[in-house]
């Protein structure tokens, strides 16, 4: 196939329209994949490829496709879920990308520290119903060594991986993320922004449909105090 065809894709309700070279400039991501074995691949009603994604994120995927380069916008926060799309994608450059941009947008906050709470919740229905929940925190490493014992485990899963005074935690405990903002409210955080994205999908296993859903909530908490 001719690699200037227009390809339109329908990722997660949203219509992009570009090339197959485009598509294929990473040949071992799931778009260059895509474009080898299409028939592996779903289409909508209208015969485009269809990508159960968040569609909103394509855009920045896209747009490294075609220029090797991450452009956000100014305050981009939604760094978690990009990254986390990008690694779907298995677009290694992007990843490296996106968490180089993470830890310059974290430098960037003056006068006030910064936690970024994101939980996860995975839904798989098919006999019964299994949840799994894994809640990750961004910010400084005092701050978050600040949190109550209860609600996480020091040092074993700090990982000072954003910066030399900024860490990731992980925490697979259920409903940690209300704790944890009970807690930052009471000692004068603000929480600045809280929002919910919401994915599914259905996978054949032969004998019955495995039906999956996907909840991730993320609230960016802000304490107004001078950084190092």
Avoid at 36 to 62: A, C, V
Avoid at 150 to 161: A, H, I, S
Wanted: include cysteine; glycine fraction near 6%.
């Amino acid at each position: 196939m001719e690699k200037s065809e227009v390809i339109l894709l329908n990722v997660g309700g949203y219509i992009y329209n570009t090339t197959r070279a485009t598509l294929v400039k990473y040949p071992n991501s799931t778009l260059g994949l895509m474009m080898k074995e299409d028939t592996l691949f779903s289409k909508d009603q209208d015969g485009n490829f269809f990508i159960d994604r968040d569609g909103q994120m394509f855009r920045y995927i896209l747009n490294f496709c075609r220029s090797g380069k991450l452009c956000l916008p100014q305050q981009f926060s939604d760094y978690d879920l990009l990254e986390n799309e990008a690694k779907f994608y298995e677009i290694e450059p992007l990843v490296t990308s996106i968490k180089s941009s993470r830890k310059q947008a974290m430098k960037k906050y003056q006068g006030f520290n910064y936690i970024e709470v994101v939980e996860e919740k995975s839904y798989y229905f098919l006999h019964s119903t299994y949840v799994r929940t894994v809640t990750s925190l961004y910010g400084r490493t005092d701050d978050l060594k600040a949190l109550p014992p209860d609600f996480v485990n020091f040092p074993e899963n700090l990982l000072t991986d954003l910066g030399s005074n900024y860490s990731k935690l992980t925490i697979n405990k259920c409903d940690v993320r209300l704790q944890i903002g009970e807690f930052l409210s009471e000692r004068g955080w603000v929480k600045e922004h809280s929002d919910l994205q919401v994915s599914s999908s259905i996978e054949d296993t032969g004998y019955s449909n495995k039906k999956y859903k996907e909840l991730t909530y993320r609230d960016v908490w802000k304490m107004y105090k001078k950084n190092d």
